[in-house]
């Protein structure tokens, strides 16, 4: 099968013929019709996440079949699956665990210490099938379609799990920073359906402030402004009670913690690797939380696809492309190119 891999980090994925994997056991093959591009995929083909390099310092193997936002149709399954069969549409949690580990028993798999993400420490969704470790890690889909059903998979569950995070209810103003981009634009509906606050997308290109307003936010502000300013007049003087960061780049991390009302949860989700420095009195005075969050359990990916096929989301998919454009769409993501989601259709 075709396949678009990472064998050099800072070099494009290569096209490469591999063999379809062979399921067992509670293994299903997957025939993959969406793969999202997500901006981690562009930290992996730059080999680094902030300042730490992907293979040496997070110890991956390469190469690797990027792609971890992935939905398809059965085509195999292992002798121990219930439940699914050939020809079934499904969305795949990437996020998968070993099942033996302390926190995969406690019902965090995606924090397992022997984790097997589709896409970064397994090969992926950027091919024509994928092997999924274990069907409870699939969703039989009902309304929607694998192009809608692909991005709830990375972008979908992040943002879900990270408004859960910020707990946020709707006598509180939720701001997310980003909020154009493929998680952003998730982000915002996603409060917006749960929490009943006040959503306030912040961005800093025109087409991305649209793009957070097309997706529901309340107020949109501009980057490029005075937004820890605008933030604080928006909520009468009192400041964010909590922000979701989808960058947190020294450039975001450097200013929006300043827009935090007292008791605020500051939401850190994005991976450009910013170092955060902020004198522990500010902290101390105005009770301020910092809370990481990587992606989200079984439960949250359930949340997020039944959100969806009740109709309360929806993906803002913008561009499909085929699955030998994986490097171009990620070229359009490091550029800043791309509202909403691209997906690969291979
Ligand atoms: P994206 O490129 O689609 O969106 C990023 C958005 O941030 C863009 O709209 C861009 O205009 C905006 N932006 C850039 N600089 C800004 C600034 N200074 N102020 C405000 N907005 C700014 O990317 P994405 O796919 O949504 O991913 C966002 C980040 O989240 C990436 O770093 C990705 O690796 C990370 N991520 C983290 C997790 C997790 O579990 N923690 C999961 C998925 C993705
Ligand atoms: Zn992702």
Redesign the pocket.
Known sequence: MRAMRLVEVNKPLKMMDVEIPKVKGNEVLVKVEAAGV???DV?MRQGRVGPLRIVEDLRLRLPITLGHEIAGRVVEVGENVEGFNKGDLVAVNPWEGDGTCYYCKAGEEQMCDRPLWLGISIDGGYAEYVKVTHYKYLYKLKNLTAVEAAPLT??GI?TYRAVREASVDPSKTLVI??A?????TMAVQIAKAMTGATVIG????DE?LEAAKRAGADYVVD?RKNPVQEIKTLTGGKGADAIID??N?E??LSVYPYALAKNGRYVM????GGELKILSPIIIFNWVKFVG???GNNMDFLGVLTLAEKGKIKPMVTKMMKLEEANEALDN?EN?R??GRQVLVP
């Open positions: 997500c901006h981690s930290h990375c972008s992040t920073v980003g154009g981009g493929g998680l952003g912040v961005d800093i290109r991305a980057g989808l960058n780049s450039k975001t989700i994005g991976l450009y969050s990587q992606v993501l800043a791309v509202t």
